[in-house]
């Protein structure tokens, strides 16, 4: 059972955890051996991959034109960086490949896309790599440009009348639909502010954070997933939701994207109103997990019939979100809460979906229940679990695990075999 959060008149209470645990599967040697076969294994034309099947737990491969198409290229820049905080050796994996000349391949295949390929606002996710590799060799030219040239396309998607950037295109051109995830896309404006100058990107992304502010999150500090907008007066039509159980229900990716946006809108900007925002929606995903601490794929869906499937993503991300929120907090004792539900959260999950058996790190993810999909590994699932090892690491919270005998498949055999239900343009070179 997790501690219950609260804020009151702006200080956090907590009971502590009586034990932090951090499961060891975070530096398995099964991750870089996974991912190394999945760059082995990638199309050619590049596609990528996805989430799984149900079982075997065989990844689909989707076009560059999806959402989704960064997060494998970058999952190869993460396992770049964990060689460069844990080394390589043959005990943890890092040594069967360079990671960093994988990750730049696998990155070629997202340098063609363009606003009229379908990616749209996600051109935010997209760049991913990119930022990655400036942070590698920050004065690589085709990165400098994809980035731009990603921030350039988010900018024109925004609408000054309205606030915000639009998420989904419609038929109907008055009809402006914005999307709590839209937060995770901004950070690209940033990128490009920094590296061009151009003030005008920092101040749509501070709009954009704003008037989610205003209008997508509720009173207890949940989240709607869809805000519609008329374009022409910049009022809200509808709230709703697209992926959630019901228009009042709280969508728990979307929390948990909603985590992360708004304390990587206080990293960029300073702006205590986006700690605050982070804060509460945190507070929220950890007070409403339930008593089995695993997360669902919506917090307010009914648990039968048929039992409420989890969300490993959610959960992942929602982990890593924390340690962003922990990194950007102004005390110890706010710091530690958010550090003991990231424990609690990639435990319970890591118990759950570790799935040694699967091509993907986790199994148990919803990638969307109105279209009948669950029960999936998920790249973005698998890429913030990796990630979340790669924080613990950086801040400190716990070391490198090397011990082969304690990470292997083998000693992960007692995991369940299968998913469970829970209650709870033209081609460039990249180089």
Not at 162 to 168: I, L, M, P
Not at 285 to 303: M, R, Y
Request: proline content about 6%; glycine content about 6%; hydrophobic content about 40%.
């Amino acid at each position: 059972m997790l501690p219950k959060f609260s804020i009151i008149f702006g200080f956090l209470s907590v009971s502590p955890l009586s034990q932090a645990i951090l499961p060891s599967e975070l530096f398995s040697s099964d991750i870089p051996t996974k991912v190394l076969a999945t760059f082995k294994a990638l199309p050619k034309p590049v596609q990528y991959p996805q989430y799984t099947d149900t079982g075997p737990g065989k990844w689909l491969y989707f076009s560059p034109n999806t959402w989704t198409s960064g997060f494998f290229p970058v999952t190869g820049y993460a396992l770049n960086t964990r060689k460069q905080l844990c080394g390589a050796t043959p005990a943890n994996g890092l040594n069967n490949a360079d990671w960093l000349n994988l990750a730049r391949s696998a990155s070629n295949g997202l340098l063609s896309l363009n606003a009229n390929n379908g990616i749209g606002h996600d051109v935010g996710f997209i760049s991913y790599p990119f930022i990655e590799e400036l942070v590698v060799n920050p004065t690589n030219q085709t990165a400098i440009n994809a980035v731009n040239n990603f921030a350039s396309m988010l900018a024109a998607r925004f609408n000054p009348v309205v606030g915000c950037t639009r998420s989904w295109d419609t038929a109907d051109p008055t009809d402006f639909q914005v999307i709590i995830d839209n937060m995770m896309n901004l950070e690209v404006l940033f990128h490009s502010a920094d590296l061009t100058g151009n003030s005008t990107l920092r101040k749509i992304a501070t709009t954009h954070a704003d008037t989610t502010m205003a209008n997508h999150i509720r009173d207890d500090g949940s989240t709607w997933h869809v805000v519609e907008y008329n374009s022409t007066t910049g009022l809200v039509i509808k709230k709703r939701t697209a992926q959630g159980f019901s228009d009042s229900s709280t969508w728990s990716r979307g929390q948990a994207w909603g985590i992360y946006g708004f304390a990587n809108m206080y990293k960029f900007t300073n702006d205590t109103n986006y700690l605050d925002t982070s804060r509460r929606l945190a507070t929220y995903f950890l007070n409403n997990i339930p008593s089995d601490g695993i997360v669902p794929w919506d917090f307010n869906a009914p648990l039968t019939p048929p039992p409420r499937p989890a969300d490993s993503s959610a959960a992942t991300i929602a982990a890593t979100g924390l340690l962003l929120l922990a990194q950007q907090e102004t005390t110890d004792s706010l710091k530690q809460q958010w550090i003991d539900g990231a424990f609690s959260i990639l435990n319970n999950i890591t118990t759950l979906a570790w799935r040694p058996s699967w091509q993907s790190l986790l199994s148990n993810g919803t990638v969307n229940i109105p279209a009948n999909n669950s029960l999936t590994g998920i790249v973005y699932g698998d890429y913030y679990f990796i990630k979340a090892g790669n924080d613990l690491v950086s801040m400190g919270l716990t070391s490198c695990r090397d011990n082969v005998d304690s990470n292997s498949t083998a000693s992960t055999s007692d995991r369940a075999s299968s998913p469970v239900q829970s209650s709870g343009a033209r081609r460039l070179s990249l180089f």
